[in-house]
Every structure is written in structure tokens, then in C-alpha cells.
């Protein structure tokens, strides 16, 4: 039996009140993640539960028990409490996928901090902006990711600590670096954890838009309530599973998933830090005996275009449930999935800015290949007029995907940009971005994005940004960023660019435009793509038209272009 049984009597009579109740937590009452995903289950007598089993790229593996996360965790928040971090300050993770970043998320939420993850792979442009937006006070990193902090330190006056977690004890270290060794770290029988409160923040995770820099999600301790609630109902976590979440925690579902979501419910979790290939990932299962495996769109692609025959070598009868996020699922993945796993992908949608997720397919409910499923109980959500605002009264029509305001882990404001948060609503609904279409029987379709985000591997990319670090390129006069079809990704960034006289495209050029991308923002946001021209289509008040060269990368119709400046 599933733990959300019914899905139609679950939507009766739901309210957010089933999660607190579980969770023992009384409105009003202090309320903090790290202690929830420690402290709790070591007193509810699971201590001794293996809660993260870790394995890095050469196969070496470390474990952790509750009782381990709970103390480790009180060594990262003590740490930092004697470093002079004070409540609500930001601390960012920049790390790998080691077990120090699991653990530091908890560390920091324990001793009242901000916790900010990025992506280890930024470079130092992309992790700056982020860090001056939040105006950080400490970053907790790897050697190997110091030298992209100590590039951009000196711009960084309010960056008091770069704490490093496997800093060579023989070279000394420059002013404002400490180390923090966490397994030779004293570790605090008793901590006293930091009375945060139902909105006191706890995440601020970084998502981009189509314009502008790169946005400040800000989360809150009570986001727990819609983590705990749709592991527990949507993911299916149960007491026995050995559960998989294939996210980094540098984006959201690595950390409402990869750590919230799986320690609140007490189960244990495997992760793997290494490259993806079938053959390991399939070993990784084999070996874990992985029960529960959420994962992403384009990680399934990679799995299918490896063929069937490598999923034959392993023994891979323990996975029970599986589920998808971040990009459209397609039916031929969910097809395929269940052919070969004998399981269907369960796809589900939300987004950084709604914490949890929103429209999803559910244990036992009838699967059609190729939608989002139906809201989460408790998540009023529609399609909606996108000059109306009003909902459609009719299924089939596409619109602006609207979700009614008011669950625990709506993000509370952007960072410091208030203005651009209540952008999002309109007409009482907040609106995510996207287009859908609903069937007669309230099933969610997918249609697109309704800006220019480009979503490559469930990664979001802003073409803004890589605009930007195009233009620092002494060859670049002017540049058009858009996302490109590809089979695995989806999408990957194409830049359109037109070069400075004296400048001649070559393939040199662009390798070495490629890689000035690479290293200032992230491979992810690195052009597979650059297209020399001669100009860009503008409007007649000088503003580039992605959205014609969009529609020829995708080969749809170009549509109005009334206002295009060389008619
Ligand atoms: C897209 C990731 C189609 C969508 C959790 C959304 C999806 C953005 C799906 C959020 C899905 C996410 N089907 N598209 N199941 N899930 N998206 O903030 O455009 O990194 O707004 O959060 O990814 O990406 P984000």
C-alpha cells in the first residue's frame, strides 16, 4: 500500500495540518530543519539507522548513521557559531557532492544561518554575482574550488571566512581562510540549536531569469511541512527504502529532495558523487539495492540512448518507484521506463521558487505518458488567459500555468529584489512561467516556458547571463543567446554573435569564445553552438529579437515581426 492511498480522498478535507501533526510541531512552536532531520529521528530511536551512504568517483565509500548526522551537524554549527556567524547570515556551500555538503546544510539551519548552495562547477563570475547579491559572510568549500573564490575575494569585503573542509595541514593558509576538518572536528554531545521560527529563513537557492541577474530564492523553516508531506506521499518513502535522489544539492531538488525531504522522513539515502555513465549508475543500484530513484529527464534520455542491453549485466529488482523532475518527461521515456524497470517514471512538476512539488503523478493513480499528473493535495492550481488572467472555463485550452498562493513552501521574496517576487502574481495566482494545457480529467500537459529560460538538462540558464559574458570577449560586438533542440538535454545554449572589426570567425574562435563561457559562468552555460553573422534582427528601438532566432533554431513559424527594425 502507498502512503497516499487514495489520491480523490486525499484532495477531501486536505489540510497542511496532517504534516505538523506527523511531524509533532504546534504553530507557533520553534520550528528548524537541521534539528528535524537529525535530532528528531536519533529520539524517535532510529540513531543507529544508517541515514547517508556516500561513494566517490574511485569507489571509495563513507557512512553515516542519524546519530552521525546529528553529531557532525552540531560540529559544522558550533564551528561556525565560534567563527563570531550570527543568525540569518549567509553561509554558501560550494562543494561537491561530499558528504561535508549534506552535513554543512544541516550544520548551518542548526545554528540559525542561511544556507546558500551553488554548483561547484560555477565559475568565479557566476559565483559572484551570487555572492554579492547575498552579501555572504562565509563560504565553506573544497581546495579544489578555493582558487575561484580566492580570484574574486578582494571583491568580497563582507566575505569574512573561506572555510575549507580538506585544507592541507602543511601549507598555511592566506588571510580570511580557516580549516574545518570534519571528521577530526570535536563533535557536541549537545547543541543548542537556534529557535528559528515557521519564517525565519533557511534557504536561499539562485535560479535564473530571462533578464536581469540571477534571482534570490528565499525559503523558510516552515517549507519542511511540504517537503516532509510530498517525500512522504509523492516519492512513497517508507521505513525500508534505500533511496536514490540524483540531484545536486547546488539546485533545489538536491536539497528539498536529496535532503530535506529524504532525512524528515528518516530513510536512508545513497549518494554518488561521480560522471554519469549507465554502467555505474546501474552498478550504484545493483549495489545500494536502491528502492526509490528520483531523477531528471535527461539523465532517463542518457539511460535510453545507452541501450537495454547494458541494463541486462545488473540485477536491478530492487527499484519499487520512480520519479522525474525538471524538464518535460516525454512518453517515450515513461514507455521505456516501464519496459525495461518494469516501473513507470512518475513525473513531477515544480519549480526553485514553489519548494516542493506542485502537479504531480501519485502512487496508484492511472499514468498518462507524457503529463505532469494532477495538483498535489492542498495546491490549488489551474491554467489561465494570459491576458485575462481569468481561468479557462473549458479543458484543452493552453495557458499560463496558476497556482493559488498559500502553501508552506511558496519562496517568501526574491533576495533583495522584492519588486521582481510580486511580478510573479497576477490576479490572486502566482504564475510560475510555464504553459499547459488541462485534460477533461484534470490531467496537466506541459507545453513550454513563457520566456526565454533555457532548460538544458534541467538546468536552468539565463540567456541574459551568457550574453553578458560574451560581450567581456574582446572579439564580441554584440551577441543573441537561445536554446537549441538536442535529444539528451532538450535544449542547449546557442549563441548568434557578431564580432568586432578586424575580428574573423574561425573554428579557433570559437573554441576559445566556448571556453572564456565555460570558465567565467559554468559548462552548463557554455555555447554548443556559436553562429557568426553579419547582424542580429532588432526591433526599431535597438532591442535584439531572440525570439526570432529561437523560432528558426526550432523551425516553427516567426510570427509578428511588425516591429522588426530592417523590414
Ligand atoms: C521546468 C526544478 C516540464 C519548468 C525543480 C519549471 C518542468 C522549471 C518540470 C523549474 C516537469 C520542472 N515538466 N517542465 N515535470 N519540472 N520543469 O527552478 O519550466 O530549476 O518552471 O526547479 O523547470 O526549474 P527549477
Redesign the pocket.
Known sequence: MSNIGSYDERIKNFDWNIAEKELDYEPGNPINIGWYCSDRICEKGFGNKPALIWEGSAGNEKRYTYNDLRLNSNAVGQFLRDLGIRPEERVCLFMDKIPELYIGFLGILKMGGIAQPLFSAFGDESLFVRLDNAQTTAIITQKKHAPKVRKIMDKMPYLKHMIIVDADPSKPLADREVAFDMEQAEKPEKFTIHPTYAESPSVLHY?SGTTGQPKGVKHVHYSLISQYLTSKWVLDLQESDIYWCTADPG???GTSYGIIGAFSNGVTQCVLDAGFSADNWYRFIEKHKITMWYSAPTAIRSLMKAGDEVIKKYDLSSLRHLAS?????NSEAVIWSEKVFGKPFL??????ETGSMMITNFPGMKIKPGS?GKPFPGITATVIDSETFEPFGEPGKIGLIAIKPGWPSMMRTYWRNEETYQKKFKNGWYL???RSSIDKEGYFW?VG?DDDVI?TGG??VSPFEVESALLEHPAVAESAVVAKPDFVNMEVVKAFVTLKPGFVGSKDLDLEIMNFVRKKLSPLAMPQEIEFIDSLPKTRSGKIMRRILHAKEWGEEIGDTSTLEND
Open positions: 535560479t539546485w533545489v531538488t523532475v525538471g524538464e518535460p518527461l513525473d513531477t512538476y515544480w519549480q526553485t505532469m510560475p512561467g510555464d506541459f516556458r532548460n538546468h536552468l
